[in-house]
């Protein structure tokens, strides 16, 4: 007989959580998730037509968890469809295409809708967040690496993995560390484990760095105007300088990106009278 001591047991060990999963169209969510729950991959596109909801059990540790699904619709004409979704969730897939820069650049913008239309209940700590670059299995089309999309993703405190839904790299790797960190939140009264977002650089050093790599010329990278006199070039040396020492700062690519900095000060101060 079941008794109400078992009972209450049993309703300690199982969770349900809500999980959504955003980025542009066609950047391989729907299939990520398909390949996780039905182990198979279609490679004809079909896109999600506002939203797709699916439901999963896993097992984490002595923990029976039912993961709610919500698979969101990538293009902008879905936006009304969408919108709704955004609250109550415990985990959200971040998703883009390797080959694709544009999709990864927009990950901050669907960070930003989702800020938006939870208005007062946004609490990013309360949500795990994990990074799909997704695609990996197309080397020859890719356009960006691995340092790039970690930094981004880690300097937030979120997961970084890269994955395929066509081949299935990554994916099985990638759900287990998605589910044990919402398990691990949720036994956490609700709060990301600190751990995971002390990574010991900043998100100002990492946004700085992704910024001098992606900068055009040498008066973009220092962040001045083309035409800028020697004492506003050395003023913003000095203030990447310092954020950027490889001393200092221990986020991959900072030795790089300092390098680049000196040399750009030295080229543009060579031209300025
Ligand atoms: P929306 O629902 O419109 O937001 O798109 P989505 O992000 O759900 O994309 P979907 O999963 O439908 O995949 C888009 C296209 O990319 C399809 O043609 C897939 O077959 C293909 N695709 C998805 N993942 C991969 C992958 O890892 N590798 C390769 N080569 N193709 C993929
Ligand atoms: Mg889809």
């Not at 977002?197 to 001045?224: C, H, P, Y």
């Amino acid at each position: 007989m079941e008794t109400t001591a078992t009972k209450r047991r049993d309703n300690k060990k199982s969770l349900r959580v809500k999980v959504i999963s955003l980025g542009n169209a066609e950047v391989g969510k729907s299939c990520i998730i398909k390949r996780y729950c039905e182990k198979r991959f279609v490679p004809k596109y079909l896109a999600t037509i506002g939203i797709d909801y699916g439901v999963t059990k896993v097992q984490v540790r002595d923990r029976e968890i039912k993961v709610n699904i919500f698979d969101m619709a990538g293009h902008p004409f879905f936006y009304e469809v969408r919108n709704e979704f955004y609250k109550d969730s415990q985990g959200v897939l971040l998703v883009y295409d390797v080959g694709l820069r544009e999709s990864f650049d927009a990950l901050d913008s669907w960070l930003g809708e989702m800020k938006q239309e939870m208005g007062s209940q946004a609490n990013m700590d309360s949500i795990v967040f994990i990074v799909c670059a997704n695609k990996v299995d197309l080397t020859k089309r890719r356009v960006v690496d691995e340092g790039e999309g970690r930094l981004w993703a880690e300097s937030r405190g979120f997961h970084y993995f890269e994955t395929s839904a066509q081949s299935g790299e990554g994916i099985n790797e990638m759900f287990q560390a998605f589910f044990s960190s919402i398990t691990d939140m949720c036994e956490n009264g609700g709060k990301r484990p600190v751990s995971e977002v002390s990574v010991g650089f900043t998100k100002e050093q990492a946004d700085t760095i992704r910024r001098i790599r992606n900068s055009k010329d040498s008066w973009d990278m220092l962040g001045v105007k083309p035409g800028a006199t020697r004492e506003e070039v050395n003023k913003a040396y000095r203030k990447l300088a310092v954020l950027l020492h490889p001393d200092k700062c221990v986020a991959p690519g900072s030795e790089d990106a300092f390098k680049a900095v000196v040399n750009a000060r030295t080229s543009l101060l060579k031209n300025i009278k």
